[in-house]
């Protein structure tokens, strides 16, 4: 944690979706608070549908709780803040009738950025991402990979302090991720910016994170808060090491239960719905 | 990097050979209506076709030359394309903006596009009559029916467009930020356009059709109207090359409209 400043504060987050009663009502998220230290990397991780993506969009502004507080660098939030916050989505978010560098410069124009500046700060981000020979390129002509690279660009160059990224490389085969993960942990350790990241993936998590908070299954809460003590940029090697494997394992035993009960959940649920059970 | 880049824009091969395929269905449709008027050239000299049920195609083309010359289309035109221009320019601002204001609300999407497609698939034509009692025999009547009828793609295609856009789209750019203003001009148009032009050729095309079609049933001038004061006058060469001066409008027309679709789809 480079400093104590808080740059998010969740307190006695609920949330919600439906009606009680009826039948696609959800309870995602509990009686969860957690603070996001200035300049700190917090992964969040858990079963699928725990209300960890939820949570994000709650801190960005992109969803209202149902009951509980956000406050972002001391101000209440009650939508979405563009000058604090850019998100990187899971995939396909640029828009496919622009090319890359129309993708980018949009963002900016969204956010308020004068004409005279768009240009510049579009083809910084775009060479941070090793993106540059490719900004005349339409979505569709590239890899997913490439598309997310495009989309974190894009990102940056709206020059947030914070940075909310819902599974950035979730859909994107496990090569083409270990290098994202390579990048962004370079990319990210210049910047400074504070970063709370949503993934599946435990290897993910100790790789990127300093913070690795563990959600339960649904209805979720934050079950647990690991600390990865690991200076920044990471290494390639560090996923080599015992300490790596050490974290990745407890890790894996905090969430192995939670899995469990959320599979458990869902076919429970599906027996339910056919009336079989 | 370049390993990340994707096969879609490498392969030349088969684009080439794609073209090659196009060459030769070309040939083949040309070949087609060739043979069409081969056959019609046998029937009208060979096979003993009445000349009044049909002429011989030579007679046509000659007649052809003679119109054309002339000019003495141009009344006739006019009025066509008149009635043309003035329908579509009702049903496409009409639909365009009646399906914008629905598809801002899931409710009026739900209880309105079932209800323009069940209308869209009644024959609007039939009710011909009722426009010329309330229109009168002049353009009135086929202005108005014309956007009746080309309402009706144009505004479901609308409401399709604006109504299906991806909220992720929608939801990224509220999320940097976006006005109402730039969410309409920089998300939903481009989403929904390729959509909505598709509709508009539609209308188009169908206010010709239906257009044309009711000059031919009641009115006073128009191209329809003409061909069919020929067939009643027995002049049925000279109709048969209205006909192919028609088709040659028709064909023209659609195919501009066509390609200011295609261009419109690709800025």
Redesign the interface.
Known sequence: MATSEVAIKARGVFHRFGEEGEQRFVRALVDTSLDVAEGELLCLIGPSGCGKSTLLNIM?G?MAPSSGTVEVRGQLVRG?L??D???V?QE??L?P??TVIENIE??M????VAKSERAARAAEALAAV??K?FAQHYP????G??RQRAALARALS?KTPILLMDEPFGALDEQ?RMILGEDLSVLLAESRKTIVFVTHSLGEAVFLADRVAVFSARPGSIKQVIVIDEPHPRRPEFVTSAKFTSLRNQLYGLLHDEIRKAVQQSSAGDTARTGIG | MVDERTESHLPTLPRKRARAGRGASRLIQAGFLVGLVVIWYLAATRWGVNRLLLPNPVAVYDNLLDILRSGEFVGDLQTTLGELAAAFAISAAGGVTLGYVISRSRYWIVVFEPLFAAIYSIPIILFLPLFVLFFGLGPASKIALGAAISFFPIVINTIAGFGHVDPLFVRVARSMGASDYHLFRHVLLPAASPVILTGLRMGFTVALLSIIGSETLASLAGLGYHIVHLAEAMEMARMFAYIVFVIAIAVTLNAVVSRLEARGKRD
Do not use: K
């Open positions: 960005g992109l979405p563009p000058r916050i850019a998100f989505f396909n978010s828009f009738w622009n949009l963002g124009v969204f956010q308020g090793g993106l020979e569709a002509q590239l890899s990979g490439m709206l083409t």
